[in-house]
């Protein structure tokens, strides 16, 4: 296969891209294999908490699983429980302010709360007893890395098409002028 411009520039820029798509295959395996395991940790967790009625044993069982949780992936998972209350449904539960939370876990969840959070984070419910329990979690920020490096080799790849095209324009142009001539 042979490149048309193949200096230094369009050179470096090609393989420069090569190492950003390389780096990206790698993380995006890498990602891949951390939310699998994640995957497995969150489905036993929250297996812990649904349908189950929750003693005071079983909260802090939730509080030290979530702040494993969070240590071993480094995510930011939250869960408010609250007290059931008459005349309120489940989706209600989503809305409250965690001030009316009984147990809030971890106690910095709600300083958390911004644009990105309330847009990003999904939340989910689950009936336990005489609590409702609101878990609020950012599933795959896993992959942020991996997508961050594909999106700098595609615009160093589009670089390096540009240059590529600029120097077949260039060569022609040389090549017309010196026909007339």
Do not use: C
Request: aromatic letters at 18%; proline letters at 2%.
């Amino acid at each position: 296969m042979e490149f048309f411009g193949f200096n230094k520039k369009t050179k470096g820029l090609l393989y420069i891209f090569l190492l950003f798509l390389a780096l990206g295959l790698i993380s995006f395996n890498i990602a891949d294999s951390i939310k699998s395991k994640y995957s497995v940790v969150r489905d036993n967790f929250i297996s812990q908490i649904n349908g189950k009625d929750l003693s005071n044993n079983d909260i802090n069982k939730i509080e030290n699983t979530l702040q494993a949780i969070n240590e071993k992936f480094h995510t930011s998972e939250s869960i408010a429980i609250y007290e059931k209350k008459d005349g309120v449904n489940d989706i209600q539960y989503f809305y409250l302010d965690l001030i009316e939370a009984e147990y809030v876990f971890p106690i910095s969840a709600g300083i958390k709360e911004n644009l990105i959070t309330e847009s990003f984070y999904p939340t989910e419910g689950f009936d336990a007893g005489k609590y409702y329990v609101v878990h609020r979690y950012f599933p795959d920020w896993f992959y942020l890395f991996p997508i961050g490096l594909f999106s700098v080799s595609g615009v160093l790849f589009l670089l390096w098409i540009l240059f590529q095209i600029k120097h077949v324009y260039t060569t022609r142009l040389i090549k017309l002028k010196l026909k007339t001539h």
